[in-house]
Structure formats: C-alpha cells, structure tokens
C-alpha cells in the first residue's frame, strides 16, 4: 500500500517548487535547509515527504538528476510531470488520466490506499492536484527520422484465369512501408507501371 505524501499548506509546496528553479542545488535537502530557505513551519517539514515520493530526493535527502532538471524553467513541468506518473504509478495505473480526475474520484482511490481520516484524505487529494497544475502532461515529442529510401515492397500478384481465355484477373496486395517521404511512394507506383503495365505490351 502506498503511502501518499501530502502538505496542509498547498501554498508552500508551490512556492518550493519556485525555490528550486531559483537557489542552487544543496547537498541535501532537509529540515535545516527547509529552514534556511525560510520554510520554516513544522507543517512544511512534510514538503520533504512529496519530494521523496516523487523521486525528486532520495531516502537521505540528496537531490536527483530530476531535481536538478527541474530548475530549467523551460523543461520544469514535463519534468515534473513525468516525475508525479512515477511516483504516482499506481494511480495513474487506475486512471491513465488521472491529472484530470476530479476531487470525488481521487478521493475514492485514495480512500482505500490510507487508513488516515477524512482531513488528511483531502490533504492527499489537495497536494497531488496541486503538483499536476505545476506540470505538463503532454507526451513527448521524438523526432521521426524520415526514411529517405525505404526498399520497395515486392508485389504479391494472383492471376486467376477466367472461362473466358481473353480475359484475365489480377489481384495484387501491397504492403506499403510506413514513412512520410512521398518519393517513397512513386517509385513504388513507378515500379507497378514498368513490370505490370509497359512489360506487359
């Protein structure tokens, strides 16, 4: 059963958030940093919870590489992103959307993952939401490398011949290379006309 971190003050967690993209990165992250970084309440010690959660600190508070990503302002979000799917793996398991669920449903779910009350419940809720609108949840862009010259298929040709002896039914079956380079595609058709149109006169 998981154990999902949660903060009371959502403010704080996004203000953290902001103070990694903005200070250097510490050997570690803990108590006495939280409070040199003037989070100083005992309330915000559970920022170091969600971070854990999210793979953002290991289990002695030592930053990740996705900490350290995350302070480009640029990739933060889909790093961040990527981090909550992780970290919230089983969730997003239930709901490939769950960014997008509503309060009831989160909720529901978390309802069986806790045996704490009500008021930390909707802390969960309310600190899982609050990360997702710091994120992106956009899938990644890989480059398509197009393929310049994709080998011609060979045509698979059936030839049935009629009662009629003038008369003579082709059937042919193309399996076409998946690629957006049209070139590809004429020379296929080019290679049709010459075998099966020209050779044929």
Do not use: W
């Amino acid at each position: 059963m998981a154990d999902y971190p949660y903060v009371k003050v959502q403010d704080k967690l996004k203000k953290f958030l902001q103070h990694i993209q903005t200070a250097g990165v510490p050997p570690k992250v803990s108590q006495e940093y939280l409070k040199t970084a003037g989070f100083k309440s005992s309330n915000d010690q559970r920022i170091l919870n969600v971070l854990r959660f999210i793979g953002f600190i290991d289990g002695s508070g030592n930053p990740s590489e996705d900490y350290k990503r995350y302070r480009n302002k640029q990739q933060a979000p889909s790093v961040l992103g990527l981090a909550i799917r992780q970290g919230y793996a089983e969730l997003f398991g239930m709901y490939p959307n769950a960014n997008q669920q509503d309060v009831e449903a989160l909720r529901n779910f978390l309802s069986s993952h806790t045996t704490a009350g009500e008021q930390v419940l909707a802390a969960m809720v309310s600190t899982f939401r609050t990360l997702c609108n710091e994120a992106s949840f956009e899938p990644s862009t890989v480059p398509v490398t197009e393929v310049s010259k994709a080998p011609a298929p060979t045509p698979r040709i059936s030839a049935v011949k009629v009662l009629d002896t003038q008369s003579l039914t082709l059937n042919i079956q193309l399996t076409l290379p998946e690629t957006t380079n049209s070139e590809v595609y004429k020379e296929i058709f080019k290679a049709m006309r010459t075998y099966l149109i020209e050779n044929g006169k």
